[in-house]
């Protein structure tokens, strides 16, 4: 096999794993999860799942207790995207969402009775034809959210069902572009060695902006600090606080991994994590200083339009933040929710 068509094989044999959790099966997904998977395969799945071994563990200890709250679980996938970081390894990545009806309690959050919707970033390695990595983040407090049962700080952008890709063409089916690919992932790293440049540098002009977004960018952030558009609303609902609190950001680099690549116009990047700070002053999410270094976890997909990043998707694990801080968000749920009922909610369908 050609080494330009390997990724193609790749997404072609996550496919059955993707059409399984879309009709939702309990034993198909259990039977695809373990045909796909390495028999060690590595597993990083957000806070409070953790690090796990295996397909078994995770159809055991994620899959089956979400279908058990959501009966009739569905996913969508907006983006699939695969390709070579430069270290070799071979990545799929995938964006979307889970959805149905959430009739009964998960992680303590509170069932609706009505459709919800958790995104998620999840990204695969493959060797030998097998899953042997994955490193994913479900957006938990998105689904807290929708129960109206988030504890923390209200956020500063735009809560919604975050978007496919304008252009709808994030499930990537056409032949590898090795150059196209490559240049699409070029333009993000530079923006990304630009934008660090900032505040340590020099002023928000370090970042040349202009040089690298689109002026109707949309940056999707994760639920609780939610959606900002154009270069204003991001340095405004995100980069701002961010990095009032946290001005070391980018002087860490020995202590984290960044593994990028692109597919056509589209540049992902997975990492684990992929982000060391210090919280040293007051100003994001409501969390008081600290003075403690802390790690983030961020899965980002990025889409390139006319030689400009139009749009960029951001997950990033908070409750895995609050927890290196001290702060059980969970258990802040269970407080924030123990008068309310958290029973299982089931509709019978009206025969007229």
Known sequence: MMASDIHSHHKALLKPLRDALYDYDAGHVKATLAALFASDANIHLSYPFETMDGAEVLFT???????????????????????????????????????????????????????????????????????????????????????????MAPSLGREWLVP?????????????????????CQHVVEMLEYLVKHPAQGGPEVMQMERFWHPKMSWYGPAGIGTARGASGFRNWHQIPFLNAMPDRGQHEDEITHHFFGDSQYVAVTGWPNMAQTLSADGWLGIAPTGKKITLRSLDFWRIENGLIRENWVLVDLLSLYAQLGVDVFARLREFNKARNMGGIHFPIPEV
């Open 164 to 184: 496919a890709p304008a252009t709808m063409d994030g499930i990537v089916t056409s032949a590898y572009d090795a150059e196209r690919s490559a240049a699409s």
């Open 61 to 151: 200890k994620v899959f089956e207790p979400l279908q058990q709250a959501i009966p009739d679980l569905e996913r969508r996938d907006t983006i699939v995207i695969a390709g070579s970081t430069e270290q070799g390894a071979h990545w799929v990545g995938c964006c979307g969402f889970y959805t149905g009806s959430f009739v009964q309690p998960w992680l303590d959050i509170p069932p609706t009775g009505h459709q919800v919707g958790m995104r998620f970033h999840e990204f695969y390695r493959f060797e030998n034809g097998q899953v042997v990595e994955v490193q994913a983040l479900w957006d938990i407090p998105e689904l807290m959210m929708q129960a109206n049962a988030w504890p």
